[in-house]
């Protein structure tokens, strides 16, 4: 029997099928979803996997049963009805060249003329109503709207355009107000869930899924997901890394998965993890299938920092807001996937948002750290390379001059932020090179500014501000902090680090072996 394919780069439900590819079979949730509700919005990162949930959702209701022959809805939908699908994805419509009104005006004729319907309406919208009311006129219709802001996202960085075609885009689907008695189903795609487009003003009924614990796994492949449709493609990494099956699903885990969208259930990018089991080769690749300028245009305007971004607290209220004018960092970095739902205490309503998984963690840091220094991604990796072989080889003078050219390179007014910039930026240094660093740590008798560990030792850090390294090396003795960890059978060392914000540097550092 022929090995089945990866379906990278298939977004058709019909050509994963067609082509042989492995598909997660998601269709007992996606009945849940048609069966039990009529108006729905999704909002997912870019390539998690909405597109192709919304062309499984329309082969169902054109059904094409055959499709589905092996899969859990198979023998449970009614195929003998029918309904006449309108599907429009706005990724695949050139509304960069044409414009967008244009853009949408020709794929509702194109549409049309499938079905066989003469549109003679002339504006999007009244096209729109009529393409509906003539295609109802048997059985009521489906309508598919994939990644529906997209026309908006990807003008964020020029204003004026994007509220040109926000406007369009609230004009064509307010027509959906009034369409209830011609609809069958609505399900509607996006990253973000802009406050001012008119489905979620007009739209009472319109349920977003979008942190929905009965559909948090609609999208993203859990772990028992990868075990079973992927175990050939594990076994064969497994054997190139001269690991087990098990160890290869931990490193998977490590770098792909961690998203949430109910604090609870955990699921792996799937391009992520299809990557890496068709290179075998641990590395970024969701990431660096694109970061919008514009978000890092924002993180420097803004002052962000690492402790702003990690651990952050929020709400479902906020989560839900969305205005590109006023925009909430919070709900930016969420609805596109740079942090995604640690917990969500249902008492409180205070959900900690936090980056899912070395992927993005590591990626945004490095971006973040070259927006805020260099801004040249080659001499920010030089230079965190020098800083790695210092530190693993105790080498804490070149380890300290390879920070301070780093800190040299910050604009004076971010380094005004004083002593949580320059706690944060050690911070980030440390966690996207890799290092296990641990801050803030509680003990009986204070709070441990930092402790990394490597191979043979263990750094317990104390950071001071304007002062100096040796009442950094004697808070560490007065508090007795290296007593954690003395049954780890690592060397332990104390290291003392003042910065002094007139220079913008580390000014003394002071390492004590005990």
Not at 450 to 468: H, L, R
Request: glycine share 2%; proline share 2%.
């Amino acid at each position: 029997m022929m090995e089945k394919k990866l379906a990278l780069g298939h977004q058709e439900f019909s050509e994963v099928i067609e082509n042989n590819c492995i598909y997660v079979d998601k269709t007992e949730i996606i009945y849940k979803l048609i069966t039990r509700e009529k108006y729905c919005f999704l909002s997912r990162p870019r390539r998690f996997g909405k597109s192709l949930i919304a062309n499984t959702i329309k082969e169902i209701f054109k059904a094409n049963k055959e499709l589905f022959k092996s899969l859990w809805i198979y023998d449970k939908w009614n195929w003998e009805k029918t309904n006449p699908v309108i599907k429009i994805s706005f990724s695949n419509i050139d509304y960069a060249t044409l414009g967008l009104r244009q853009a949408i005006n020709n794929q509702l004729n194109t549409i049309a003329e499938s079905h066989l319907i003469l549109l003679e309406m002339n504006s999007v919208a009244t096209k729109f109503q009529e393409l509906i009311t003539k295609l109802s006129a048997q059985t009521q219709v489906v309508i598919i709207i994939d990644e529906y802001d997209k026309p908006i996202i990807d003008y964020m960085d020029n204003v004026p355009q994007a509220e040109e075609n926000r406007d369009i885009l609230k004009n064509f689907y307010s027509v959906l107000k009034d369409a209830d008695k011609h609809l069958r189903f609505l399900f509607i795609t996006g990253v973000s869930k802009f406050s001012q487009v008119s489905i979620f003003s007009d739209l009472n009924n319109l349920t977003d899924i979008t942190i929905d614990k009965n559909y948090s796994q609609i999208t993203g492949w859990t772990k028992e997901e990868i075990e079973r449709y992927f175990p050939d493609y594990i076994n064969r990494a497994a054997q190139e890394y001269d690991q087990t099956f098990e160890y290869i699903m931990q490193q998977i885990k490590y770098w792909y998965n961690g998203y949430s969208w109910d604090g609870n259930t955990r699921v792996h990018n799937p391009v992520s993890v299809m990557n890496f089991l068709s290179k075998r080769e641990f590395r970024n690749y969701w990431f660096s299938t694109g970061t919008p300028t514009f978000l890092m245009k924002l993180i420097k305007n803004q002052e962000l920092i690492a402790f702003d971004i990690e651990n952050s607290y929020t709400t479902n209220d906020i989560l839900d807001r969305y205005d590109f004018k006023d925009i909430n960092f919070n709900s930016l970095l969420f609805q596109t996937g740079y942090l995604t739902i640690k917990s969500n205490n249902i008492f409180t309503r205070r959900i900690v948002l936090d980056y899912p998984n070395n992927e993005v963690a590591e990626s945004f840091s490095k971006n973040i750290l070259n927006t805020q220094t260099f801004n040249n991604i080659d001499k920010t990796q030089t230079l965190l390379f020098k800083i790695t072989d210092s530190f693993l080889a105790n080498d804490i003078q070149g380890f300290i001059d390879s920070v301070n050219y780093l800190f040299k390179n910050i604009s004076y007014h971010l380094a005004e932020r004083k002593e949580s910039y320059y706690h944060s930026l050690f911070y980030l240094i440390m966690k996207l090179l890799g290092f296990n660093i641990q801050v803030e740590i509680e003990t009986i008798d204070g709070r441990i500014d930092a402790v990394i560990k490597t191979p043979e030792n263990i750094y317990i850090i104390e950071f001071k501000i304007d002062q100096s390294a040796e009442k950094a090396i004697e808070q560490i003795k007065s508090k007795n902090y290296a007593l954690a960890y003395a049954q780890e059978n690592k060397k332990i060392c104390l290291l003392g680090i003042n910065f002094d914000t007139a220079k913008h540097k580390i000014e003394d550092y002071k390492l004590v072996v005990i």
